[in-house]
Nanobody, 112 residues
Framework: QLQLVESGGGLVQPGGSLRLSCAAS????????IGWFRQAPGKEREGVSC????????YYADSVKGRFTISRDNAKNTVYLQMNSLKPEDTAVYYC?????WGQGTQVTVSS
């Protein structure tokens, strides 16, 4: 059974950093495009970043470009989202997505 489990969220002050993880089971992440999305209260879910199966291409939303970095560790079957210089507007539940499957999400709160 395909499963995605996100972790690494939490409460951080503005300017701080977090690293989110998305661990997959039931399939091999290395073969697929993986996306990170987020949903803030009262807003629609939006795409944040994605990485190609060959790791040669990455995409970042303008709002996170230069601050977030997506990567994957194929040996651990895990994708990461390194988030630096966090802002209050980054507060949201963050989800990973692949093959039509969503993880359960991890809450990121940026507040002083």
């Amino acid at each position: 059974q395909l499963q995605l489990v996100e972790s690494g969220g939490g409460l951080v002050q503005p300017g701080g950093s977090l690293r989110l993880s998305c661990a997959a089971s039931g399939f091999t992440l290395a073969y697929y495009v993986i996306g990170w999305f987020r949903q803030a209260p009262g807003k629609e879910r939006e795409g944040v970043s994605c990485i190609s199966s060959s790791d040669t291409s990455t995409y970042y939303a303008d709002s996170v470009k230069g601050r977030f970095t997506i990567s994957r560790d194929n040996a651990k079957n895990t994708v990461y989202l390194q988030m630096n210089s966090l802002k209050p507007e980054d507060t949201a539940v963050y989800y990973c997505y692949v093959l039509g499957y969503w993880g359960q999400g991890t809450q990121v709160t940026v507040s002083s």
